[in-house]
């Protein structure tokens, strides 16, 4: 495969010296694009754009042809691992996604068997792979999974919630079936995420998008040693380098500490906490990613300059801070606003770094 002609995402990932903070956007490749609206209609649906390689390579390069970003992520869904375990995944329009059988009794929790990453998720893979062949060397490639806990709040909710009854129900009524269902998909996402990185991932995220509606002793017994174990269990070089792993839980800030002894590399941050006191709580364990709130793109492009000089100026001086947002941009984001954040932490950034 091609050699790498900007690898500052991945020496940023693992604290070496760069010479400018490396930048990409969750859901980067998304409906805040025209082009990506375009390309999702010719598909049909979500889940058509999702299990089509050609248009799934397609729109994850979109926003590498927009932007000068510095990471290409795989444009897919966290769902693919439920789904590929027969728990009917669909997305209504409005509505989100659905699961048609959810992870309710006992018997349907004892029969829950790995999906065949090589056949059930080879589309994922292919994906990967061609996206990676279609980079040609531009930038680092991104592979991602959901998370054990947060795919099972999908799993046993039968979609997104708002309080979550279903699993914490289970959780604290049946904390036995819980982790059954935890430990089965802790394996199922270790291969999916290794198959990817066999694939041509450059790096690995771990999306725990629900830790962060746990109780402090919860996350310590139901997210984080998972997470822990997805981490050990990573294929740790590829193409003759190391693979850097990310992991966020969004709403952790409280946990830092711990996720920064986890086994990961860097730790997404969202934007309620301040990355200069981030930071100074992981030490030299970790680096950061994030934290600009997603929202603060709605402003105008000078307050959006200045939200990244603030947020670049409490990290401070020195590598392992790769920016980025501290969750998804909006479907409602002026591309034109994304452009001014992505120039504003390439030029403020450098001085940082001399």
């Given amino acids: 495969?091609?050699?790498?002609?900007n690898d500052t995402f991945l020496r940023a990932l693992m604290r070496e010296p760069v010479d400018y903070t490396p930048l990409w956007i969750m859901r980067q490749a998304g409906r805040y694009l025209p082009e990506y609206n375009a390309t999702r209609a010719q598909a049909g649906d979500f889940l058509a754009l999702c299990k089509n390689p050609n248009l799934a390579t397609e729109v994850t390069l979109q926003p590498l042809d927009r932007f000068p970003l510095d990471a290409a992520i795989l444009f897919s869904d966290i769902l693919t691992i439920p789904d590929a375990m027969g728990l009917g995944l669909r997305f209504t329009a409005g509505e989100g996604p659905k699961l048609d059988h959810p992870l309710r009794d006992e018997a349907s929790i004892k029969a829950l068997r790995l999906p065949d990453v090589n056949s059930d998720l080879r589309y994922v893979t292919d994906?990967?792979?061609?996206?990676?062949?279609?980079?040609?060397g531009r930038v680092p490639l991104i592979g991602f999974s959901g998370s054990p806990y947060t795919l099972a709040c999908y799993m046993i909710e039968g979609g997104g919630s708002d309080d979550f009854r279903h699993i914490k129900g289970m959780?604290?009524?049946?904390?036995?079936?819980?982790?059954?269902?935890?430990?089965?998909t802790t394996q199922a996402v270790i291969s999916y995420l290794n198959?990817?990185?066999?694939?041509?991932?450059?790096?690995?995220?771990?999306?725990?998008?629900?830790?962060g509606s746990l109780s402090h002793s919860a996350y310590?017994?139901?997210s984080l040693p998972y997470?822990?174990?997805?981490?050990?269990g990573l294929t740790r070089e590829s193409d003759g380098r190391i693979v850097p792993r990310i992991a966020f839980t969004k709403g952790g800030g409280l946990w830092l500490?711990?996720?920064?002894?986890?086994?990961?590399?860097?730790?997404?941050?969202?934007?309620?906490?301040?990355?200069?006191?981030?930071r100074k709580r992981v030490g030299d364990k970790v680096a950061l990613q994030g934290n600009f709130d997603p929202m603060a793109l709605f402003g105008s492009p000078d307050a959006i300059q200045q939200e990244a000089a603030r947020i670049l100026e409490r990290f401070g001086r020195g590598s392992g801070h790769v920016f980025n947002l501290g969750h998804g941009v909006s479907q409602h984001t002026n591309p034109d606003h994304v452009a001014a954040l992505v120039d504003a932490v390439h030029c403020f950034s450098k001085p940082y770094h001399v």
């Avoid at 198959?195 to 830790?211: E, N, S």
């Avoid at 996720?259 to 006191?277: F, N, Q, S, V």
Wanted: no cysteine; charged share 15%; hydrophobic share 50%.
């Fill in 257 to 278: 500490e711990s996720m920064a002894t986890a086994g990961y590399d860097a730790l997404g941050l969202d934007w309620a906490i301040d990355i200069g006191d981030a």
């Fill in 195 to 211: 198959a990817q990185i066999q694939a041509g991932a450059q790096a690995v995220m771990v999306f725990d998008t629900w830790g």
């Fill in 127 to 136: 994906a990967v792979s061609q996206i990676r062949r279609s980079l040609n």
């Fill in 171 to 184: 959780l604290y009524a049946r904390p036995d079936l819980l982790h059954h269902i935890l430990k089965v």
């Fill in 227 to 232: 997470l822990s174990e997805i981490a050990h």
């Fill in 220 to 222: 310590h017994e139901f």
């Fill in 1 to 5: 495969m091609s050699s790498l002609q």
